[in-house]
């Protein structure tokens, strides 16, 4: 992760701190939703939880860690913004979208058309991991997420999902 | 016996004091007028000079002092003055100018620095912001200064703190801060890292917790410092992002 370019707030140690003060702390959640979001599309990761120290929540070198209740409130900043959903009802296992859904869904959906595949059937993991999206955003982006996003392409009436043995397809119109 | 003073004489020592008082005034009026003829004169030159040397004035930071200088040794301000001689001199233009870009830049840096910024750090997001020539580049802490001065008719919105050893603070928000805030921003820009904590402001300004604590909890209020608190257990230290070294350094 060297090369990862941290925000210059990341070594200020109150950003660690939940900010008393109303107008900072929407600052504070403001620079922490672009850092997590940053973060994890840098690592091209989608699932966090808000228990584990990772690098995102613990500086060592600057001895701070936000703690629990900081975390939960900038996860709750990100699904505000549309870029996290919890995945249990305990809210600690977090999907973070560094594309909102509605974002990854028409990128996903200019793509097909771009690459001509309409009205034939893929797979899931061939949008993900296929030859065909190298090189695009979502290429080797986590399933369920992609899954999510051609679920809103299918409320919208632009493709048609179909469940195959074991693994899904999907049909772009 | 000492003679007594005669009517006479009291009239002859009145006639003298009225001759030295017309002496006087005249001698003090001729030189008034020759005191009047000469700064006419040296305006002159200052104009005939100002005018000869206008392209130094603007490019050269160093020249451009002196000049300012020399204007307030006799009374002109060069900036003040919009139309006639001093408006070709175009004096003004360069410090509106650099007026507008304080603004631009202070505005743009608040939402990272809560609104206050050290002049250093000002001159040189100018500069930045000026361009590569180095007709840009030289401007002085003074320059900028000066050009602060007139955004005061905006009212309080704009206002540059002394803080101490020759450093001063740019406020860009609306408000005013009050002694007991500008202090402790004193205190602060003479702290490494621009953090306090309220055991060491107390140790400085010499007060009571109760007025410390008040003072920086209306700081933190206001959104010009972070309240750091890594455990309960701990009394919270208090960072100023527009003095901390690792944003300025971005």
């Not at chain 1, 493709?159 to 049909?171: I, N, T, Y």
């Not at chain 2, 030295?20 to 003090?28: H, R, T």
């Not at chain 2, 401007?139 to 919105?157: H, Q, S, V, W, Y």
Request: hydrophobic content about 35%; overall charge negative; some cysteine.
């Amino acid at each position: 992760m060297a090369d990862f370019d941290w925000p210059w707030e990341y070594n200020f140690p109150p950003f660690f701190t939940l900010q008393p003060n109303n107008e900072t702390r929407t600052r504070q959640l403001t620079v922490w939703n672009n850092l997590t979001r940053n973060y994890y599309k840098h690592r091209n990761q989608s699932s966090l939880d808000i228990n584990e120290d990772s690098p995102l929540f613990c500086n060592n070198a600057l001895k701070r860690r936000l703690p629990t209740e900081g975390r939960l409130a900038v996860m709750e900043h990100l699904q505000g913004t549309g870029h996290a959903a919890p995945l249990d009802k305990r809210r600690t296992n977090w999907q973070v979208y560094w594309h909102t859904l509605d974002e990854w869904a028409k990128i996903i959906y200019d793509w097909s058309q771009r690459t001509g595949q309409t009205n034939s059937v893929c797979t899931i993991y061939e949008i993900s991991n296929g030859d065909n999206s190298v090189g695009e955003e979502f290429h080797e982006l986590d399933q369920d997420v992609v899954l999510k996003a051609l679920k809103l392409l299918e409320e919208q009436g632009k493709c048609e999902l179909m469940l195959f043995d074991d693994s899904q397809g999907v049909k772009f119109f | 016996m000492r003679r007594r003073a005669g009517l006479g004489a009291i009239q002859q020592q009145q006639l003298e004091t009225q001759k030295y008082k017309d002496k006087g005034s005249l001698i003090e009026d001729s030189q008034f007028v020759q005191m009047t003829k000469h700064m006419e004169i040296f305006r002159e030159k200052l104009e005939e000079f100002a005018v000869k040397h206008k392209q130094d004035i603007r490019k050269n930071a160093q020249f451009r002092r002196q000049f300012q200088e020399m204007c307030a040794a006799i009374g002109v301000d060069p900036l003040a003055s919009g139309k006639g001689f001093w408006s070709v001199l175009g004096m003004g233009d360069f410090y509106y100018e650099l007026g507008v870009q304080v603004v631009e830049v202070c505005l743009a840096s608040n939402p990272s620095t809560g609104g206050i910024m050290e002049l250093s750090e000002l001159r040189r997001k100018l500069i930045a912001a000026r361009g590569q020539k180095s007709i840009h580049q030289e401007i002085t802490e003074d320059d900028i200064l000066i050009a602060a001065k007139k955004l005061k008719i905006f009212g309080n919105g704009f206002v540059v703190y002394p803080v101490g050893k020759g450093k001063y603070m740019v406020q860009s928000i609306p408000g005013e801060l009050s002694r007991e805030e500008s202090s402790i921003l004193g205190v602060a820009s003479n702290q490494e890292q621009g953090s306090v904590t309220v055991d060491l402001l107390m140790k400085q300004l010499g007060w009571t917790e109760f007025r410390t604590q008040q003072a920086i909890d209306k700081i933190v209020g206001e959104g010009l410092a972070w309240v750091d608190c890594p455990d309960s257990n701990s009394a919270p230290t208090y960072w100023f992002p527009s003095l901390f070294p690792g944003r300025k350094d971005t």
